[in-house]
T-cell receptor
Framework: AQKVTQTQTSISVVEKTTVTMDCVYETRDSSYFLFWYKQTASGEIVFLIRQDSYKKENATVGHYSLNFQKPKSSIGLIITATQIEDSAVYFCAMREGASGSWQLIFGSGTQLTVMP | GGIITQTPKFLIGQEGQKLTLKCQQN?????MYWYRQDSGKGLRLIYYSITENDLQKGDLSEGYDASREKKSSFSLTVTSAQKNEMAVFLC??????????FGPGTRLTVL
């Protein structure tokens, strides 16, 4: 069965530093899609970045990048030059491709606090 | 660009009551989803719909019904609200292979 695990419940960092959030997943499919979302204090959920399993190159969007380690079933989110407004809950999610299921499985989230 | 609208924003019901939540999107996306988020937890899929008049159950479908009569709208019904139930229900939409966009949520409280 597919499963997504985020073991870090909360992380605190100082502004302008780099933070990495961990995520491991379980799947039997050879083809799958991995996503990171951000949920702000207001409850808004925003898509950040995506990694397709067949792509070897790590995805990068703005100051977000991914550390995709396929043999370890791991997809870490790296935020460089953190800002106060990056404070939020970050969710990792996975969708299997070959099975045809549209279900997105979410991890339990990591609360990031960026301090001045 | 586009937007997802959810109504109502807050929903208060009585135990045993049937309650309906509505979602509209103007992205022209084919696929729409309903998730439930309990406080401090991740999102769990209740129902999704690949196209108009299609319905697929997620892991949390028991106790819920859904309806997709138009491409742009997707409704969720709590068939019998449970006392002390509190959660946020989130609607999302996507193209078939792309990331999902989320609505602002409906916060449910059952007295």
């Amino acid at each position: 069965a597919q499963k997504v695990t985020q073991t870090q419940t909360s992380i605190s960092v100082v502004e302008k530093t780099t933070v990495t959030m961990d995520c491991v997943y379980e799947t039997r499919d050879s083809s799958y899609f991995l996503f990171w979302y951000k949920q702000t204090a207001s409850g808004e959920i925003v898509f950040l970045i995506r990694q397709d399993s067949y792509k070897k190159e790590n995805a990068t969007v703005g100051h977000y990048s991914l550390n995709f380690q396929k043999p370890k079933s791991s997809i870490g989110l790296i935020i460089t030059a953190t800002q106060i407004e990056d404070s939020a809950v970050y969710f990792c999610a996975m969708r299997e491709g070959a099975s045809g299921s549209w279900q997105l499985i979410f991890g339990s989230g990591t609360q990031l606090t960026v301090m001045p | 660009g586009g937007i997802i609208t959810q109504t109502p924003k807050f929903l208060i019901g009585q135990e045993g009551q049937k309650l309906t939540l509505k979602c509209q999107q103007n992205f022209n996306h084919d696929t729409m989803y309903w998730y439930r988020q309990d406080s401090g937890k991740g999102l769990r899929l209740i129902y999704y719909s690949i196209t108009e008049n299609d319905l697929q159950k997620g892991d949390l479908s028991e106790g819920y019904d859904a309806s997709r009569e138009k491409k742009s709208s997707f409704s969720l019904t709590v068939t019998s609200a449970q006392k002390n139930e509190m959660a946020v229900f989130l609607c999302a939409s996507s193209k078939w292979d792309a990331e999902q966009f989320f609505g602002p949520g409906t916060r449910l409280t059952v007295l």
